[in-house]
């Protein structure tokens, strides 16, 4: 089988499509055939070699994928099916574990099905889990036109939030507005937005996929037990630190969002994560916005795109 390869960590410019072994699933894999790809940040941090999992070279890249199934525990040959792990799924072929496979609705595409399940398994577990989201709430988005921004707001929408959108162009303000933000507002600024928007009283919920210059208002933003969940450090200017007299005097949190290593050590946590979103998918309102597209052989331009910002929403390649 064909699998898009890293031979040594030295970036997206050097990855190879290359003839491999066919994967031998365990007695709880499911074996897919593959059909699309999400392009993800864990695998631009792994063709460089800066990424936490450090896999001995040759490897396969390929965090998200969707496809059919041909063999496996729990799924009929043919289903169309969703699934996620840590690497390896950028193949014509991949066995996953059972865990983290996921019948995939019919009301969606394989493309939307990889832009799936990381993004708003992610988003998921942020406002569910660790955020406490309740209808009614006011959920703050940075990086709104973003994969995980997206996702966020989709969901957030699922369990009945109001969401507000915070973008750094009019453009990707429509990339959030399409995905369902109920208002958008531009980085320069936000916090006064903000404050306009909710009648000085703030949000409940940030969900801060930026970090860096923005922390600090996004503190600012938040109303009385309110929850600022960090998700990542986009911007790249350093980790922000938290006064935490601020916690304090407004009775506010500041929350990690550590998605994978909550789940993937949990068994069956995130099939009970998936079941959460089935409903909202079926409704509507979760449906993945896909920025590009590209051919298998270009994994390392569209993850290039990726790293320049060139694209919104999620990027997914094509893998027959």
Known sequence: MRALQVLEPTGPEHLQ????????????????????VGVS??????????????PEPPFSLGVD????????????????????????????????HRDSVFPLPDALSFDEGAALPMNYLT??????????????????VHGAAGGVGTATIQVAKGYGARTIAVVSTEAKGEVARAAGADDVVL??????SVAALTGG??????????GGDVFTDSLRSLATQGRL?????????????????????????VRGVGWGAYAMVRPGYMQEQWQALVPMIESGV????????YAFDEFGRALLDMDARKTLGKSVVRVR
């Open 201 to 210: 009283r703030g949000v409940d919920i940030v969900v801060d996929v930026v």
């Open 123 to 140: 988003a998921q577990f942020a406002l569910a889990e660790r955020g406490a989201v309740r209808a009614g709430e006011t959920v703050l």
């Open 286 to 293: 979760v449906k993945p916005p896909i920025g590009a597209t």
């Open 187 to 192: 980085l320069d600024g936000f916090k006064d």
């Open 65 to 96: 994928f969707a496809g059919t199934v041909v063999s496996g525990p729990g799924f009929a040959p043919g289903q169309r099916v969703a699934g996620v792990g840590p690497y390896g799924n950028a193949a014509e072929l991949t066995a996953c």
């Open 229 to 253: 969940l960090v998700v990542g450090f986009a911007a790249g200017q350093g980790i922000p630190e938290v006064k935490v007299n601020r916690l304090l005097l407004n009775n506010v949190d």
């Open 41 to 54: 940040f864990p695998d631009l941090l792994l063709s460089r070699g800066e990424y936490q999992l450090k």
């Open 17 to 36: 499509v290359r003839e491999v072994a066919d994967p031998t699933p365990g007695p709880d894999d499911v074996l897919v055939e593959v059909h699309a």
